[in-house]
């Protein structure tokens, strides 16, 4: 059973994943995201792409985000994020849209954007690419992105600013140059 880590929210269980398709962020990989971020992620903007459960958010909003944008492309990803801030208490809107649509029409830049999409997906590409392409990350924002250790990317005209490898799941931390 997954639990919200740290923070207004800490010890609350998220609804079982029953999903075979949708692979959420261990508990330990999640804590290490927000321990590094600790003193960044308050009164942030951040934009969870590729949501699912929608632990991330819910665990950037727990740990004191001014406000969190989720967005994924399946319903029953958005069905789940839902019913998982519904059992927090939360009040939020859960964006249905595919990734790349979403970055396209959006027109306000987050202080720190999760990206975790399906592995070996090969969407990493286009969408820093995206998200650059619209400035879509404040000046000193910073993008996590999730993935396989194995998976390679380019990182664009990003700055990495630290790897951190958990067993086979690698964060990859973005900053702009």
Do not use: W
Not at 30 to 59: H, N, W, Y
Request: aromatic share 8%.
């Amino acid at each position: 059973m997954m639990r919200i880590s740290s923070g207004k929210y800490k010890g609350r269980r998220l609804i079982e994943n029953k999903l075979s398709f949708v692979r959420p962020t261990t508990d330990k990989v999640r804590q290490a995201l927000f321990v590094k971020l600790q003193f960044f992620v308050p009164e942030k903007s951040v934009l969870d792409l590729f949501c699912g459960t929608g632990a991330m958010g819910i665990e950037a909003l727990s740990r004191g985000a001014a406000k969190v944008t989720m967005v994924d492309k399946d319903s029953r990803s958005v069905a789940m994020a839902q019913a998982n801030l519904k059992n927090m208490g939360i009040i939020q809107k859960v964006i249905r849209c595919d990734a790349l649509m979403f970055l396209e029409k959006c027109n306000e830049a987050f202080d720190l954007i999760i990206l975790d999409p399906p592995y070996k997906s090969g969407l990493y590409d286009s969408v820093l690419a995206k998200i650059l392409q619209r400035n879509l990350l404040a000046d000193e924002g910073i993008v996590v992105c999730e993935h396989a250790t194995e998976d390679k990317f380019e990182t664009q005209d990003f700055e990495i600013l630290d790897e951190k490898r958990y067993g086979n799941i690698t964060l990859t931390y973005l900053g702009k140059k």
